[in-house]
Antibody
Framework: QVTLKESGPGILQPSQTLSLTCTFS??????????VGWIRQPSGKGLEWLAN???????YYNPSLKNRLTISKDTSNNQAFLKITNVDTADTATYYC???????????????WGQGVMVTVSS | NIVLTQSPATLSVTPGESVSLSCRAS??????IHWYQQKSNESPRLLIK???QSISGIPSRFSGSGSGTDFTLSINRVESEDFSIYYC?????????FGAGTKLELK
């Protein structure tokens, strides 16, 4: 059974660095073809893809945020991480992590999602 | 970036009607489009992968079609539980993008 759960600081101030953790079970990020992505959603708005990390440590970032994003993983502890530097109020959103689909190899959709973690940036 | 344009933004229907939701890509993306449903205060759920491939556990009234730049999610005979927001996502580029969504609401 695949599950994912996000955790984060809840609230932080402008200019700080947001650190998010995705703890998952039911799959391993050391397995060929596996990947995890981060997606966010401001309240009442649509989904925005942020970044993906793959089993081979390949990483992809949303170009509009690339300079501020860092994605990483800890395969031993089944975790993926996302850092966003220099946050401002526009980064207030629910942040989701999701597994990238797998069928004996990578399939580029999100088949399992976490419940999301709400992050508020406020002074 | 590949831009996905979903239309209409809102679709008002009565239960039992059949509907089609559109997703148009800014360039040809073969069949690298996936559809999600998001109910209020829930995480998105995968409905259709690669334009038309079904997903285990998803009701058969949901179907997808299209290739190139024009894609359609069809719901045959909408049920009350289907009123939610639908998003398309492309994976033709390694830099994924989502459409802005179509809200299916009760008329």
């Amino acid at each position: 059974q695949v599950t994912l759960k996000e955790s984060g600081p809840g609230i932080l101030q402008p200019s700080q660095t947001l650190s998010l953790t995705c703890t998952f079970s039911g799959f391993s990020l050391s397995t060929y073809g596996m990947g995890v992505g981060w997606i966010r959603q401001p309240s009442g708005k649509g989904l925005e893809w942020l970044a993906n990390i793959w089993w081979d440590d390949d990483k992809y970032y949303n170009p509009s945020l690339k300079n501020r994003l860092t994605i990483s993983k800890d395969t031993s502890n089944n975790q993926a991480f996302l850092k966003i530097t220099n946050v401002d109020t526009a980064d207030t959103a629910t942040y989701y992590c999701a597994r990238i689909g797998y069928n004996s190899g990578p399939e580029d959709y999100f088949d399992y999602w976490g419940q999301g973690v709400m992050v508020t940036v406020s002074s | 970036n590949i831009v996905l344009t979903q239309s209409p933004a809102t679709l008002s229907v009565t239960p039992g009607e059949s509907v089609s939701l559109s997703c148009r890509a800014s360039q040809s993306i073969s069949t690298s489009i996936h559809w999600y449903q998001q109910k209020s205060n829930e995480s998105p759920r995968l409905l259709i992968k690669y334009a038309s491939q079904s997903i285990s556990g998803i009701p058969s009234r949901f179907s997808g079609s299209g290739s190139g730049t024009d894609f359609t999610l069809s719901i045959n005979r909408v049920e009350s539980e289907d009123f939610s927001i639908y998003y398309c996502q492309q994976s033709y580029s390694s830099l994924y993008t989502f459409g802005a969504g179509t809200k299916l609401e009760l008329k």
